[in-house]
Each structure stands twice: as C-alpha cells, then as structure tokens.
C-alpha cells in the first residue's frame, strides 16, 4: 500500500474514527471539511463530521480498515471495510467501500464515500446526497 502522506492522514483520521476521538479526527480535517454519502446528507465542518463518527460509532460499534490505496495529488482514493453491527441485528457484519478525498494545505477538505449498504437500500441512495454533480461535470441525469 502507498506510503504518500495523504494515505498516512486518512490512516490517522480512522484511527480518530475507531477510538471514537474527535481530536484525532479534527486534526485531519480542514475546517470547513464536507463528508458526501450515498445514504444520507452531506456533514459539514471539522467538529460536526469528528462528532457524527463518535455517535455512529458507539451505536454500531464500528471499526474501519483501509484495504488500497492510490494517490494523485491533491486527491486520494481508498477501498476500506467496516465492521459494524447493523442496529437491527445481534452480529456484526463486514461492510466495503471506497472513497475519494481531495485534500487541501495537507489536510482532509473533502470526501465522497460510496458503498451499498443492504440495510439502507433505497433507490435514491444510487448517488451522493447534497454533491453538485452538474456543477463538478458528470454526467447529467437526462
């Protein structure tokens, strides 16, 4: 896996994740970070995304890996897995994904992360909530 500093501040961001430590996290993240996902609104902001992870994860007991890893500066990309106790069950459960992050002055300023989640299945999770898709130039939905 890539050793490039970016990998290495993602890495530090999961850990803040699974200790559920919201200094850790915030020391990853510009302050105006914005956290994208397929199965929810957009969070914003260092301290709101450090204390969504801490709620999420004491709720579902989850832990995150990185699994790869490429880089092309000022983005990086990740494959990760989850293991997390979905609410509605007694077991954990493995969960994979990606994302993308573009950083800025070295830190996290943005990410977009996407996985299909069974128990979240919904036909308006197929795409980022709250991303300027138009805006960004991908493909129009017409």
């Known amino acids: 896996m890539s050793k490039h500093r970016y990998i290495s501040t993602i890495k530090t961001y999961y850990e803040g994740c699974n200790a559920q430590n919201p ?3 915030m020391s990853t993240f510009t302050d105006d970070v914005v956290h994208y ?3 929810h609104t957009s969070v914003s902001t260092a301290k709101g995304l450090a204390n ?3 709620k999420a994860a004491a709720q579902t007991l989850a832990t ?3 699994d790869h890893a490429l880089v092309k500066e000022p983005e990086a990309v990740i494959e990760w897995s989850m293991l997390w106790r979905p ?6 459960e493995l969960l994979r994904g990606t994302e993308w ?3 800025r002055d070295e ?3 943005e990410i977009r992360s996407y996985h299909c989640n069974f128990f979240l299945s919904d036909r308006k999770n197929r795409q980022l909530h709250d991303f300027n898709y138009a805006g960004r130039g991908y493909t129009p939905e017409d």
């Open 23 to 25: 200094e850790i996290m």
């Open 37 to 39: 996902f397929v199965d």
């Open 52 to 54: 969504y992870w801490c």
């Open 64 to 66: 995150w890996s990185v």
């Open 87 to 92: 609410l509605s069950e007694k077991n954990h």
């Open 101 to 103: 992050f573009i950083f």
């Open 107 to 109: 830190k996290i300023a």
